[in-house]
C-alpha cells in the first residue's frame, strides 16, 4: 500500500510556524487532516541550546500503533522510508534552511542550518509508537546578551503548538534558567517544557539561561587566595619552625618507621595463609558488587554502562529525575547522556506527562 508522506508535510506546517511574521502561518493539524495514513497522534520539539548560541533540534512526530491495522500501515510506512529517505529529509531540508535564512535576516546574526537526519523507530514503552525523528543543528539560534544565553528573538511573529504537542528547551552545560516567558507547563532542572495547544506572542518563548554558579574554590577564602608556602625570614625553614617542632617530628618520623616494619612482619605471615587457603580450594573474589546490583571490574565503568546496570536492576525502566539522584548528577549531565543513549538506540525516552521515563531498548 502507497502512504504519502506524512511526516515531512506535518513538519513543514508544524515548523512552517518557527518565524510567524515572515511565514503564512497554518495549522499542522489541517496539514494532518489532509492526509491519510499513517495518522499523527503528536509531536514533540526538543531544542538543546549551547553556551556558544547553536541549538540541537529534535522533532519526533509520532503515531500510535493501537490496532493491528495501525501496525501494519506503519511497517509499510517504515519500508518506504527507509528505502528512500531522502524524499522525506529533502523537502524538510529546504524548508529549515530558508526558516533559518529568514531568521538570520530578522535577527541580524548570521545563521546556518546543517547536519540533518532522519529516522524512524517503533517505540514500546509504555505504549506502542510509530516515530519519525528529524534532527539539525542551528548555528547562532539563540543571543548571548551580558554573559546569558537568551532564546526568543527568532520566535517573531510567536509560535504555534496544536493540541497534544510538547515543545522543550533545554539549558547548556552548566548554566540555569533565570527567566521563562509564559510560565512553563512544567520545568525539571534545567528543562522546561510547554503543551499545546499553546498560541506564544511575539518573540515568546523566552527562555534566559546565566552561567550556574561555581563552587567556592578551597584554596581561597573572604581575604584572598590562602598562601601554602613556607614562611619566608632571615632565616632557614627549619629556623622558623623552632627546636620544639623539629623534636616533635623527628619522634612522629620514629614512630611511623616502627609501625612499617611491624606491618610488614604482619602482612607476610598473613600472606603465606591467605596462599594457602587458596591452594586449598577457598576462591577469592575477582570483582565488586555495583550499587546498581551489577558487578565492575578494575576498569572504570562509563557513564552509559552505569546507566545500563542501574536499569537492569530496576526492571529495565526508570523515570530521568531518579537516575539523576542516583548517581547524582545534574540533570543538565543527565539529559546529554540519556540523549546520546537514546542517538545510539541503547534505551528508548517517553515523555508521559511532566516526566521522562527511560527503558531499555528491547535489543539490548
Given amino acids: 500500500m502507497a502512504i504519502p508522506r506524512v511526516a515531512p508535510l506535518l513538519l513543514v506546517a508544524f515548523l512552517g510556524l518557527l518565524v510567524g511574521g515572515l511565514l503564512v502561518p497554518m495549522s499542522a493539524g489541517d496539514a494532518v487532516a489532509q492526509q491519510s495514513q499513517p495518522d499523527v497522534d503528536n509531536t514533540v520539539t526538543r531544542i538543546e541550546v549551547n553556551e556558544n548560541g547553536s541549538a540541537h533540534w529534535t522533532i519526533q ?88 544565553v537568551v532564546v526568543g528573538d527568532v520566535f517573531q511573529g510567536g509560535f504555534f503548538i496544536a493540541e497534544s504537542d510538547t515543545l522543550e528547551i533545554i539549558a547548556p552545560m552548566d548554566h540555569e534558567i533565570v527567566r521563562t516567558d509564559p510560565q512553563p507547563d512544567s520545568q525539571e532542572g534545567d528543562m522546561v517544557a510547554w503543551d499545546g495547544r499553546e498560541d506564544f506572542d511575539d518573540t515568546n518563548p523566552t527562555v534566559v539561561f546565566a552561567p550556574a554558579p561555581n563552587q567556592t574554590d578551597a584554596t581561597t577564602d573572604s581575604d584572598g587566595p590562602i598562601d601554602s608556602s613556607p614562611p619566608t625570614g632571615d632565616g632557614s625553614f627549619l629556623d622558623t619552625l623552632g627546636l620544639p617542632v623539629l623534636v616533635l617530628l623527628i619522634v612522629i618520623g620514629l614512630v611511623g618507621i616502627v609501625a612499617a616494619v611491624m606491618y610488614r612482619r604482619r602482612s607476610s605471615g598473613t600472606s603465606g595463609q591467605g596462599a594457602a587457603a587458596t591452594e586449598a580450594g577457598e576462591s577469592q573474589p575477582s570483582t565488586q558488587q555495583t550499587a ?56 528508548e525516552k517517553l515523555r508521559i506527562g511532566r516526566e521522562n521515563l527511560v527503558a531499555l531498548n528491547d535489543d539490548q
Wanted: proline share 1%; no cysteine; charged share 25%.
Fill in 61 to 148: 512526530i509520532r503515531t500510535r500503533l493501537d490496532t493491528e491495522q495501525r501496525e501494519d500501515e506503519y511497517a509499510a510506512f517504515q519500508e518506504q522510508f527507509r528505502d528512500n529517505t531522502t524524499q522525506y529529509l529533502g523537502p524538510f531540508q529546504t524548508r529549515m534552511q530558508g526558516t533559518v535564512a529568514d531568521a538570520a535576516n530578522a535577527t541580524g546574526r548570521q545563521m546556518r542550518a546543517t547536519n540533518f537526519t532522519a529516522s524512524t523507530s517503533v517505540q514500546e514503552v509504555p505504549r506502542q509508537w510509530g516515530i519519525v525523528t528529524y534532527e539539525f543543528t542551528w548555528t547562532n539560534f539563540a543571543a548571548q546578551q551580558n554573559g546569558q
Fill in 292 to 347: 546498581s546490583g551489577g558487578t565492575a571490574s578494575g576498569a572504570a565503568m562509563t557513564d552509559e554502562e552505569r546507566v545500563i546496570d542501574l536499569l537492569e536492576a530496576n526492571d529495565g525502566r526508570m523515570r530521568q529525575a531518579e537516575i539523576a539522584e542516583e548517581f547524582d548528577w545534574s540533570a543538565s549531565k543527565t539529559s546529554r547522556v540519556i540523549g546520546n543513549m537514546a542517538d545510539e538506540d541503547s534505551v
